[in-house]
Nanobody, 126 residues
């Protein structure tokens, strides 16, 4: 079992930046691939970015590629999402999630992730 707590959300103007953090507690953090998902009002929760156990493999949704960067610090049990050049379309609740499956890859499938944080709100105004 792992517990996840996100922070760093807030309100920014279009073109601005935010850095989300997700701290994990419980079982060994490095044993999980990690992902960030988001959910806008009235929409399905969607994959944003994922990172493998060691941090050497990353994967991004096309909508955020080139603007967002996912990283992790296994010594601090933390995964980050650096979000630059934010757009109003990025407004959503952002969730971090942990994938306990063995392997070196990164999944964009919501069902691969067993553990979820409570979410942090990101609001981007035009």
């Amino acid at each position: 079992q792992v517990q996840l707590v996100e922070s760093g959300g807030g309100s920014v103007q279009a073109g601005g930046s935010l850095r989300l953090s997700c701290v994990a507690s419980g079982r060994t953090f490095s044993g999980y691939a990690m992902g960030w998902f988001r959910q806008a009002p009235g929409k399905e929760r969607e994959f944003v970015a994922g990172i493998g156990r060691s941090g050497s493999v990353t994967y991004y949704a096309d909508s955020v590629k080139g603007r967002f960067t996912i990283s992790r610090d296994n010594a601090k049990n933390t995964v980050y999402l650096q979000m630059n050049n934010l757009l109003p379309a990025d407004t959503a609740i952002y969730y971090c999630a942990a994938d306990p499956r063995p392997g070196l890859g990164v999944s964009s499938t919501r069902g691969s992730y067993n553990y979820w944080g409570q979410g942090t709100q990101v609001t981007v105004s035009s």
